[in-house]
């Protein structure tokens, strides 16, 4: 099988976009709102756990008080963020991760959430599409949802992810939503490398917004330093993470 992996510069670095020059964006409250009432079951896709909390954690915490089933799919623990030097042995690091997942979906009231761990290895390129998406697809089998990265994000591990859960959805007749977290850092306002077209919002209730506003400052907490490396150019600032605090949730359809 022919091994296909996204392969672009990767646009990620210093502190981005303001969360106040997108909430200064009238379009981003004028979205169409997308409902996530009558899905019965959903596949959250995450490159490493974190991310579908950063992303999609309000979407979470809203299925799972539904009474959804939910399955959250975790390619990768983080170990390639696991560098030479480090106190905490990696095997530890990979633990330490995983408990904080299992804390911070107990934080969004998601504690029933069956948690599945690929355990491939973190890093540009260390998975083809083709290969995740057969690991995918059988993830997502039986399943009404596939909620997984945008395949624009701009990250190499989110492109690829979102790109092999396109594929897995296709396969297996699941609808397919697309939730971006990098996109708020490279971009700005009506940029035209973005579909704003395919972009609804998901309005999250008072409940879910503090479920998930408590869930990131967990994982912050947590997992500090917060480190998000890409070629070791790239972080997890407070600039990007007030970008997790809104109202409402953009995915694509």
Known sequence: MIRRTVERPHPIGGLGTSEAAWRAWPALREFP??????????????????????????????????????????????????????AVPPAEETRNRHAATLQALEVLGASDVETVRLEQRAGPGAYGVDELAARLTEACADFQVCIAPWEGDRHPEHETAGAAARLAAERTGAALLSYPVWLWNWAVPEDPRVPWRAAHRIVLPEEARGAKAAAVAFLLHRLHPPVRHVRREVVLTSTMTAHFARESELVFV
């Open 33 to 86: 709102a997308l409902h996530l009432t009558g899905t019965q079951s959903a596949v959250v896709i995450a490159p490493y756990p974190d991310d579908a909390v950063f992303g999609f954690g309000g979407g979470m915490a809203i299925l799972a008080d539904a009474g959804a089933r939910l399955r959250l799919v975790a390619i990768s623990e983080g170990e390639a963020r696991v560098g030479p030097g480090r």
